[in-house]
């Protein structure tokens, strides 16, 4: 397709992937996660499921992206032509669309509560965060201007929005969490919330561990919703596909450490449970902070703002991934105009989202299979959308796609020889290893959910 819009370079493919990457999934659900089965032992299987689940699902999306030179629909279509491959791009709409939805309510908070903390009003008392999300307009008001920057930025275009963008975000991110956690280890206490971190307890590594580990590692690197397909669709020819999955995958991993190292010392300082889920991020450390944080008030108040500037960043870089995906579906294979597309999908995904904002409010009493809709979305999502785009993405490069064909794309046609070296090892686990683990996730999910 002529006119296609592309990624400058390897740093700014790894700056955008790392911006779709890096997200609430590091800020909250990696600290509780890693505390919840082991610490420091589950941060080591967490790392092997990148390896040998993760990525090889990452390389694949890469593969079929930049070969196929389109959204999903597109690239299926062209690299299995006369199959029915092309209908996984229906999933890839659905599904970013989807979290886009209540990610946006989670992102509408952040910005609440980033303009609470420079109004000093926040951490003056505990309550606030259950009052503050039950209610109706506020929390509406908030989602409804984070959908609007995100619609801003993708309308901008790939280069001028989403590169342009993330480029800048992601070194100052980076900046704050790490000013976060600097402060957070000079909190009283802070060294039982560094050494839940670090510390391995393999007693608690069971089989929901491993689980935990691959839903985690898909969550977080964006996986099996055509995030990094469409990414990798705007990837130059030239440009290093290792380089890229091991660059995005390492800054993911360094900055959902840190986060942890941000979040847990405060937690243990109030003497709070680790697994408190988004509570933590947004109750706790405001309150935390001003209380028995050190320095003036400005400082405390500072910090706080820092820290909610970083989860908003961070949330950004991640909504505009998903947008992207059904907006570049949209302009090649419906071929409306970008800002319509736009409009239409971030209206879709506003009204979603109206819903799951209300329901922790209003709607707290409609319940989908025992969840409110908040968190069954969150959960088709996470336990079963994500895992099985993956699952189809893995066996497509796997079985379906010429091996040589994967080969050349994957190192640059020859001419990247590393990627020529590990392209055995790379088949075994996109053949197998991968397929065979999110087998078990599944079954794992049933389970869990029967039981
Ligand atoms: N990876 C993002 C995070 O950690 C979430 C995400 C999922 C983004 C799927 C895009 C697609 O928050």
Redesign the pocket.
């Known amino acids: 397709m002529k006119n296609r819009e592309q990624f400058s370079g390897n740093l700014t493919i790894i700056m955008a992937m790392a911006g ?8 909250w ?1 990696f600290p509780y996660i890693v505390g919840e089965y082991g610490g420091a032992a589950f941060i080591i299987i967490y790392f092997l499921a990148c390896l040998i689940i993760a990525l090889p699902i990452f390389f694949a999306e890469s593969v079929i992206g930049r070969r196929g030179g389109m959204d999903t629909f597109g690239s299926m279509k062209k690299l299995a032509p006369g199959s029915k491959w092309y209908k996984v791009g229906m999933l890839t709409i659905i ?2 669309i989807i ?1 886009l939805s209540y ?1 946006s309510v989670v992102g509408g908070w952040s910005i609440h509560y980033l303009l609470e903390s420079f109004g000093g009003a926040l951490g003056q008392e505990t309550g606030h965060f259950g009052e503050f999300i039950s209610s109706v307009e506020a929390p509406i008001l908030a989602h409804t201007v984070f959908i609007a920057l995100v619609a801003a930025i993708v309308l901008a275009g790939v280069k001028k929005g989403i590169e342009k963008f993330s480029k800048y975000t992601m070194p100052v991110l980076f900046i704050l969490i790490l000013v976060t956690v600097i402060y957070s280890l000079t909190l009283p206490g802070a060294g039982r919330g560094v050494s839940y971190l670090v510390k391995p307890d393999f007693s608690k590594l069971t089989a929901q561990a491993f689980t935990a580990a691959v839903g985690q590692a898909f ?7 055509g ?1 990094v397909l469409t990414y990798a669709s705007y990837m130059r020819k030239k440009d290093n596909m290792l380089l890229s999955g091991v660059g995005t995958a390492s800054f ?1 991993l360094i900055f959902a450490l840190l986060a942890g190292f941000a979040v847990m010392p405060a937690v243990f300082a109030a003497g709070l449970s680790p697994a408190s889920g988004p509570g933590v991020v947004f109750e706790t450390l405001p309150y935390i902070f001003s209380k028995m944080g050190s320095g003036a008030a400005w400082i405390t108040i500072c910090v706080s703002g820092i820290f909610f500037l970083a989860v908003l960043m ?2 950004l870089t ?2 505009i ?2 947008l992207e ?1 059904g907006v570049a579906y949209l302009v090649e294979e419906k071929h409306l105009k970008r800002s319509r597309a736009v409009l239409y999908l971030s209206l879709f995904a506003w009204s979603v989202g109206l819903l799951c904002s209300l329901s922790f409010g209003p709607l707290a009493d409609v319940t989908i299979l025992g969840n409110s809709i908040f968190d069954f979305l969150d959960k088709l ?1 996470s336990n079963w959308l ?1 895992p099985f785009g993956g699952l189809l993405f893995t066996i497509f490069v796997g079985w379906k796609m010429p091996s040589a064909d994967v080969l050349e794309e994957f190192s640059n046609n020859g001419k990247k020889p590393l990627n020529v070296r590990l392209y055995p090892a790379l088949r075994i686990l996109m053949r197998y290893v991968a397929p065979i683990g999110i087998m078990i996730i599944f079954l794992n999910s049933i389970l869990g959910d029967l039981s």
């Open positions: 779709s990457a890096i997200g609430l999934g590091n800020i659900r599904s970013p979290i990610y969550f977080s690197l964006s996986l099996g919703v995030t993911d961070a949330a991640s909504a991934s998903m995906v999502c994500l």
